[in-house]
């Protein structure tokens, strides 16, 4: 079921895929001197969401595998020179909220070698999983989770899963402690299947990125600001993201209403969840207001992200006969409905006017960010641009590398051969395996929205590039793609049942919440 909204009256819809943004071209187009003062005290610091947080398979957990941890780790800065936070509890299933990865491998223990987890195993599975939930959610709530550490000094990556624009520069640690539910007693007398999430997860992960010396009113923007008193070297910005996937996530289409610029900064963050995708006149207004900011950050460098085409994720699955050369399915829905199964006039959906709608959004954002980046460089100041929409179209598998047909401006992404030898090749299509592997995916993670240990492989690698082009590291700097894969345990020790079990994440999303609060995030 389809829910229409006219789409803004400045929306330019665009017809084509707009080209990958040469950062090296843009260098070279406005070139800008920069003076070298030896190693800065803070090399290496992030602002981003979830794609920089390292979130996936539904959780934020190892987040020394995060892009960002990864490049840093290639520019030879270890944990002193690049701090980031970490979600290693509770033992049964580490992360937070929910690791849908070990706690499917969990399962599988509990319904034995090669049996179906809703088959007659269900009872056993069901009470394995019960037990889970509710230990990660104690953990996170009154347990060692829940408590964090102060007078820390601040994280070199600054990412915070489910954040946007107007989160970085107006929620601070004290808001979020102010949002965090405290649980009662009868709360914990009654953990039944239902209501086994971890309550206000964001707020509690986002305590371990913002707590730090200066209090409690320090957001992500400000703490970047409190590092540069002592110099930051590189300072990447990639945010965005979040002005748009809430329609992905909850199959609907909102757009900000009309006078959302006239509300106070306290009445955005009170009600902006209302609304899934920003208008692109609002975008560029909020993004102009980071933009001042992070001229604030005394950094010699610093690489502002694009925003992802968020309609590829494969969660969203297209559904109907594509047209011939179009980017777009007929319908979007749920990747655990079948062809057979799906109903557009029952199952919640988008259309595919609707997708290229939210693309051509976004690519209105992209345009608002380069032009930032060019504006900057303009003023002497040494900005550039890490295209990750760009980066994830070249990868994006349904929609242009099944389809020759399609946007011929899209090159293949040229996988690094030690990934392409993997058989089957990693691709950006739901992940799927059996007792025999993989069987499909790779590059996206159980969620169906991140990527996987190696897909942050590949972004880390495309920052590496980027900061080559600012004269950070050398053009040889790059990830070991080689040491990096048996560091991914989806894709060298996947889930066996997956591919069979496809209902298995429909009936979880169905039934529980503490799944739907990951697809919902």
Same mark, same amino acid.
């Given at each position: 079921?389809? $829910? ?11 017809? $084509? ?29 992030? +602002? ?32 002193d020179r690049f701090r ?75 990412? %915070? ?15 979020? $402690? ?153 319908? #979007? ?9 799906f109903n557009p006039n ?11 709608? +939210? ?28 295209? %990750? ?8 598998? $349904? ?13 293949? #992404? ?41 897909? #942050? ?11 080559? %082009? ?8 790059? +990830? ?30 169905e039934h529980l919440d503490?799944?739907?609060?990951? +697809?919902?995030?």
């Amino acid at each position: 079921m389809v $829910r229409v909204e006219p789409a803004p009256d400045d929306l330019v819809i665009t017809r $084509r895929t707009p080209p990958r943004i040469d950062d090296r071209a843009l260098a070279a187009e406005i070139p800008v001197q920069v003076v070298d003062d030896g190693e800065a005290a803070h090399p290496f610091v992030v +602002i981003g969401d979830s794609l920089s947080h390292g979130f996936k398979s539904g959780a934020i957990h190892d987040t020394s595998l995060s892009w960002p941890a990864q490049a840093a780790a290639a520019m030879g800065l270890g944990p002193d020179r690049f701090r980031f936070p970490s979600y290693d509890g509770p033992t049964i299933c580490p992360g937070i909220p929910l690791n849908i990865e070990l706690l499917v491998k969990l399962l599988e223990e509990h319904a034995g070698a090669e049996a179906p987890l809703l088959g007659a195993h269900l009872p056993v599975v069901a009470s394995a999983a019960i037990h889970a939930l509710a230990e990660i959610k104690d953990y996170w709530e009154k347990g060692d989770g829940s408590q964090v550490a102060s007078g820390q000094p601040y994280m070199h990556n600054l990412a %915070i899963y489910g954040w946007d624009v107007r989160d970085s520069l107006s929620k601070t640690a004290r808001w979020c $402690r102010e949002h965090v539910t405290v649980p009662s007693f009868w709360d914990h007398l009654k953990p039944h299947l239902p209501h086994l999430a971890v309550s206000d997860n964001e707020w509690r992960a986002a305590l371990r990125v913002l707590v730090g010396p200066l209090g409690d009113d320090v957001s992500q923007i400000t703490a970047a600001q409190a590092l540069g008193e002592d110099g930051v070297g590189t300072l990447i910005v990639a945010l965005g993201a979040n002005n748009a996937l809430g329609a992905v996530l909850g199959l609907a289409l909102r757009w900000t209403p009309p006078d959302y610029l006239d509300w106070t900064a306290d009445d955005r963050l009170e009600h902006k969840d209302e609304y899934t995708v920003w208008r692109p006149a609002h975008f560029a207004a909020e993004y102009a207001e980071l933009v001042a900011a992070v001229k604030q950050v005394n950094a010699r460098h610093v690489v502002l992200g694009t925003v992802p085409h968020v309609t590829i994720a494969p969660l969203l699955h297209g559904f109907g006969a594509k047209p011939a050369g179009s980017r777009y399915f007929p319908r #979007y829905g749920r990747v655990w409905i079948s062809e057979r199964d799906f109903n557009p006039n029952h199952d919640q959906c988008l259309s595919g006017d609707q997708c290229r709608q +939210i693309d051509s959004a976004i690519d209105s954002y992209n345009q608002t960010i380069v032009g930032h980046v060019r504006e900057a460089r303009r003023q002497g100041l040494d900005w550039h641009v890490l295209d %990750i929409c760009g980066l994830l179209d070249s990868l994006a598998y $349904r929609r242009y590398l099944a389809d020759p047909l399609v946007d011929q401006d899209v090159q293949p #992404y040229p996988m690094p051969d030690v990934l392409a030898a993997l058989s089957p090749r990693p691709d950006t299509r739901f992940f799927g395996s059996d007792q025999f592997g993989r069987t499909q995916g790779g590059l996206i993670a159980l969620d169906g929205v991140h990527p996987t240990t190696v897909g #942050y492989g590949i972004m880390a690698d495309e920052v590496l590039k980027v900061l080559s %082009i600012a004269g950070v590291v050398s053009p040889d700097t790059r +990830i070991d793609f080689e040491q990096l894969i048996p560091k991914d345990t989806l894709v060298t020790a996947p889930p066996r049942t997956l591919t069979e079990d496809m209902t298995t994440l429909g009936f979880l999303n169905e039934h529980l919440d503490a799944f739907r609060s990951v +697809i919902e995030l």
